[in-house]
């Protein structure tokens, strides 16, 4: 059985010095580390990724939203791409070494991402969130539906809890994202060690 992986996705909320400081603490319990900051320029992304490689983060961990340009100038892990962004395949034809991860909604757009190239798929929300309030959740059921269409791995995000592993992991999944689960717990470290003891648990089992 392959490694189940644990991806940290920025909130948005935090100062970058709090963000920098938290990743440098848990990233070694990560697989990957996404900068989701639509408010950040260009120069401040490229900052930031510096920030952390001077912690020590390693760079293939790290995952730019949406901005190609500074995902390739500073050889990060990779790109994740939104409904908005440019399109898989136009991406993978120009970089074809970048990582590249798309957001997806439905079966149709998973699907779809696969054909045009994408390295993976982030699906959700699954469970009820605070940052989606008013929008239905996915729900478990269709995580399983959705594995039956793709061969590529199959991240899912959304109010996602430690204890909500085994049922999702039941059901096919290759990884979960996570944001204020962990990066705004009372001890980010003892939360992020609780969602990748859990990863490791259904490995095992």
């Known amino acids: 059985m392959a490694n189940k992986e644990l991806h940290i ?67 990060v892990g990779g790109v994740q791409l939104a409904y908005h962004s440019l399109s898989v395949g136009d991406v993978k034809r120009a970089f074809p070494k970048l990582r590249i991860g798309k957001s997806v909604h439905s079966i149709e757009e998973a699907v779809e991402a696969e054909l045009q190239g994408a390295d993976y798929v982030i699906y959700g929300h699954i469970y009820p969130t605070s940052s989606k309030k008013g929008v239905i959740a996915k729900g478990v059921d269709s995580v399983e539906e959705l594995k039956k269409q ?31 689960g962990v990066l705004l717990a009372q001890t980010p470290i003892e939360a992020v060690k609780e969602y990748s003891k859990m990863l490791s648990k259904e490995m095992i089992t």
Not at 10 to 32: D, K, L, M, R
Not at 151 to 178: C, F, N, T, W, Y
Request: charge should be negative.
């Open 9 to 75: 996705v920025s909130t948005g909320t935090q100062s970058i010095n709090t963000f920098v400081s938290i990743i440098s603490e848990i990233h070694p319990f990560a697989t990957a580390i996404h900068l989701r900051e639509k408010q950040m320029s260009a120069r401040d992304l490229y900052q930031t990724i510096n920030q952390l490689i001077q912690r020590s983060v390693p760079l293939n961990k790290i995952v730019i939203n949406d901005r190609i340009d500074v995902a390739t100038i500073a050889e």
């Open 150 to 180: 793709l061969s590529i791995p199959l991240i899912v995000i959304g109010g996602i809890k430690p204890s909500h592993i085994p049922e999702l992991i039941d059901r096919g999944v290759d990884g979960v994202a996570v944001l204020s």
